[in-house]
C-alpha cells in the first residue's frame, strides 16, 4: 500500500505560478513512473503529465505543454508540478498518482495504469 500526499495549491491570479509537491510513502517509490492529473467541476478527471521511474522521460498533455513542467527527487519520495502562466481552464483538483507498473519503460497517459491515488490539491485560477 502506498501514501500520496499532495500540497502546493491555491489560488492564483491568470499568468502567476504555482508548483505542487507529492509526497509519497509506502513503496519503492524510485522505482515507478508517477502522474499528475486533474478534474474540473462536471468534467471527468485528465492526464497532465507523467515522469518515468528514472526521470529521464516526461510526458504533458497538449493543454499544458511548455507551461507546466513534472520533475521527482526521489531521495525524497517527492515529485513535483511547476505550472506557469497559469489560465483560468487550469482551475482544477490536481491530483498525484503511482504507476501500477514497476520500471515501467516509457511513462502513461492512461488513468487505468495508476493504482494509488492522492487525496487532490484545489488549484483556482482567477481571470
Known amino acids: 500500500q502506498v501514501q500520496l500526499v499532495e500540497s502546493g495549491g491555491g489560488l492564483v491570479q491568470a499568468g502567476g505560478s504555482l508548483q505542487l509537491s507529492c509526497a509519497a510513502s509506502?513503496?519503492?517509490?524510485?522505482?515507478?513512473?508517477m502522474g499528475w492529473f486533474r478534474q474540473a467541476p462536471g468534467k471527468e478527471r485528465e492526464f497532465v503529465a507523467a515522469?518515468?521511474?528514472?526521470?529521464?522521460?516526461?510526458l504533458y498533455a497538449d493543454s499544458v505543454q511548455d507551461r507546466f513542467f513534472i520533475s521527482r527527487v526521489n531521495a525524497k519520495n517527492t515529485v513535483y508540478l511547476q505550472m506557469n502562466s497559469l489560465k483560468p481552464e487550469d482551475t482544477a483538483v490536481y491530483y498525484c498518482?503511482?504507476?501500477?507498473?514497476?520500471?515501467?519503460?516509457?511513462?502513461?497517459?492512461?488513468?487505468?495504469?495508476?493504482?494509488?491515488w492522492g487525496q487532490g490539491t484545489q488549484v483556482s485560477v482567477s481571470s
Open positions: 498518482a503511482v504507476d501500477s507498473i514497476r520500471t515501467r519503460r516509457k511513462p502513461s497517459t492512461d488513468l487505468a495504469d495508476f493504482d494509488s
Open positions: 509506502g513503496r519503492t517509490f524510485s522505482m515507478y513512473a
Open positions: 515522469i518515468s521511474w528514472s526521470g529521464a522521460s516526461t
